[in-house]
């Protein structure tokens, strides 16, 4: 059965501090990992990584993959109140519908 | 990026009550749009995968007579929550893919379902 395990399942820090998010993950035939933003409503998409050791990045946040040990990090630096939320991992295989992990929630406190 | 529209965002209803959710891609056609539901502080469960014109592909523990999935055109998906109940009460998303493989999702704003 495919799985995806995120971890910590939540995390307080500090603004301004640098936080790295882990997803690691057992599925068959493995095609790409997403990372997801969930605020209150609908998750929104933040990157797709289907080769390992390239780094993605957009502005603050960056996520990288490792196929071989079969995870995934997302960093984001110099944490604001707005990065708030609850960041989804998700693995596609095949021609299956993704696998969410349970999520982290990150609280960033002024 | 693509837009994918779900309506309503709220429904507050008795118990018994029949109540439908639309999910449209705005600028894209869909073939497949994925259903899930989500408990509070827990992560997304995927119901079932609606396909155009044919039966929707439930996820295992999902009552088909109890959540009618139609998916009528390219554009639009349809969950009905079929004599709803207390326990039904849940936000619900929408998801719909633009590559075949379906691995880029976009996905609705969520529909927040609390039946009285």
């Known amino acids: 059965e495919d799985k995806v395990v995120q971890s910590p399942l939540s995390l307080v820090v500090h603004e301004g501090d640098t936080v790295t998010l882990n997803c690691s993950y057992e599925?068959?035939?493995?095609?790409?990992l997403l990372w997801y933003k969930q605020e209150k409503k609908a998750p929104t998409f933040l990157f797709m990584l289907t080769s390992s050791g390239i780094e993605k990045k957009s502005g603050r946040l960056s996520s990288i993959l490792d196929k071989k040990e079969l995870f995934s990090i997302l960093n984001i630096t110099a944490t604001q109140t707005g990065d708030s939320a609850i960041y989804l991992c998700a693995v596609h295989s095949g021609n299956t519908p993704l696998v969410f992990g349970k999520g982290t929630r990150l609280s960033v406190i002024a | 990026g693509a837009v994918v529209s779900q309506h309503p965002s709220r429904v507050i209803c008795k118990s018994g009550t029949s109540v439908k959710i639309e999910c449209r891609s705005l600028d894209f056609q869909a073939t497949t749009m994925f259903w899930y539901r989500q408990f509070p502080k827990q992560s997304l469960m995927l119901m079932a995968t609606?396909?155009?014109?044919?039966?929707?592909?439930?996820e295992q523990g999902v009552e088909k007579d109890k959540f009618l999935i139609n998916h009528a055109s390219l554009t639009l998906s349809t969950l009905t929550v079929a004599s709803a109940h207390p326990e039904d009460s849940s936000f619900y998303i929408c998801?719909?893919?633009?590559?075949?493989?379906?691995?880029?999702?976009?996905f609705g704003s969520g529909t927040q379902l609390s039946v009285l």
């Open positions: 599925v068959t035939n493995f095609r790409s």
């Open positions: 609606s396909n155009e014109g044919s039966k929707a592909t439930y």
């Open positions: 998801s719909a893919s633009w590559d075949r493989n379906n691995e880029k999702l976009f």
